[in-house]
């Protein structure tokens, strides 16, 4: 399938500030990247371009400036202060904007630095950059919604040589939308609630949460299973080890991290005619009309059913919620009521191409570009089903 001059999936070769401008308004329905970080590394292969400035002056660089006009010649994360980089990483998601369609969602993994002292902005040395939220509020100011901060937290984090503050073991991954409704299938990344059953609170009789667990009150209409027995709505705080790959000099994506946020922000299936995602028809729980502040009597059986009959009930004996309901069917959100189409998965700091992998195994396109070509070979690999194409610009 062509996306523009773009063959899904495939793989790009360039700066993806260039690329990103060759893509068609509202045609990508997720994009999950890691952008180089501030003031990190140089990564192989990135060319130092003109950021801002007047396009029409013949710019005279003068330790990267341009005096006359004021553009600055660098590479993305290499910028002498971070309100520079950020300035740069919002504008390039501008682009990420314009592509995005107005229901999908973009997913943000970057870390934080600390001063050192060279920055121009004056922070001094040692200070913690708070880069993520300097961006954060920076891409709000700049119209995208802010919907949701997830702390990735990671167990087997480098160490660092300091002795005197805590060692750094984790980063952001922001959600960022385009508008105010947007697709998220929630369902599909609901996560276990074992933690719940484990809080018991005092008063209630002893071993009724094991036989609910294993027999759903009969009483509980459209939970015709205890499949979802359980689960719970996904949350912000993610332990997941980082993983290396062979090839790659910096940390890649988990494939746990992404494989969430591909599912909870795409369908497996689209409409072929105009991209729209299907929506989960999920199957309506009746909760009743129970009394919540219900008092125990000594019949324990009754008082199960009664408690079982209200949504409060659940959550005043330890569970967060009732039991998920059941996907029932799904439906088009557009008019064509077509499903042959698939969710294009974006990642314009590709590197070793772990979202292509993700994206591929979960059936849905995926398109990627990086400035290193090294890693064509590497991605050929990891998505070796799909014939691969290249475009240098
Ligand atoms: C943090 S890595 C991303 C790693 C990736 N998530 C993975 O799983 O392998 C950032 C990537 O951005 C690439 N890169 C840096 N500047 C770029 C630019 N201006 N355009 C496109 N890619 C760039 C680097 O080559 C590097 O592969
Ligand atoms: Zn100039
Ligand atoms: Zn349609």
Not at 56 to 80: I, M, Q, T, Y
Not at 275 to 286: L, N, S, V, W
Not at 329 to 351: K, M, Q, W, Y
């Amino acid at each position: 399938m062509k996306l523009g001059q773009f063959e899904v999936s495939g793989f790009y070769t360039g700066n993806s500030f260039e690329l990103l401008k060759l893509l068609p308004d509202n045609s990508i329905h997720t994009v999950i990247t890691s952008p180089p970080y501030y003031s990190l590394r140089r990564y192989v292969g990135a060319q130092p371009i003109v950021w801002g400035g007047d396009p029409n002056c013949n710019h005279e660089f003068v330790s990267d400036f341009c005096p006359n006009c004021d553009a600055w010649k660098g590479v993305l994360g290499n910028e002498p202060g971070w309100k520079l980089y950020v300035k740069h990483l919002v504008s390039i998601c501008a682009q990420i904007r314009r592509v995005l369609r107005p229901d999908g969602i973009f997913w943000m993994n970057i870390g934080d630095t600390w001063s050192k002292q060279q920055s121009l902005e004056e922070i001094r040395d040692k200070n913690v950059l708070g880069i993520p939220w300097r961006v954060a509020f920076a891409m709000q100011e700049d119209g995208w919604w802010l919907r949701s901060e997830c702390i990735w937290v990671k167990p087997n984090a480098m160490p660092e040589s300091v002795k005197d503050r805590p060692t750094d073991s984790h980063e952001q991954v922001f959600m960022f939308t385009k508008s105010n409704r947007y697709f998220y299938d929630w369902h599909a990344v609901m996560e276990d609630a074992e933690s719940e059953y484990r809080k018991p609170k005092p008063g209630i009789p002893e071993g009724w949460k094991q036989s609910f667990l294993t027999t759903p009150p009969t009483n509980f209409k459209g939970c015709g299973s205890n499949e979802f027995v359980g689960k719970r709505n996904r949350r912000d705080v993610w332990e997941i080890n980082t993983k290396s790959y062979k090839g790659a000099h910096y940390a890649v994506f988990p494939k746990e991290l992404v494989e969430p946020l591909i599912l909870c922000s795409t369908s497996d299936r689209v409409c072929g005619i105009c991209g729209a995602p299907r929506k989960k028809i999920i199957e309506k729980t009746d909760f009743g009309k129970g009394d919540s502040n219900t008092k125990y009597k000594d019949d324990e059986q009754s008082n199960m059913l009664r408690l079982s009959s209200t949504k409060q009930a659940y959550r005043e004996h330890g569970f967060e919620n009732p039991p998920a309901p059941r996907v029932v069917g799904f439906e088009s959100t557009c008019e064509h009521n077509d499903d042959t189409g698939r969710a294009i998965v974006l990642d314009p700091f590709f590197g070793s191409g772990t979202i292509g992998e993700a994206a591929q195994e979960n059936g849905r396109f995926w398109l990627g570009f990086d400035v290193n070509p090294a890693y064509l070979t590497q991605q050929r690999e990891r998505t070796s089903q799909l014939s691969i194409s290249m475009l240098t610009l």
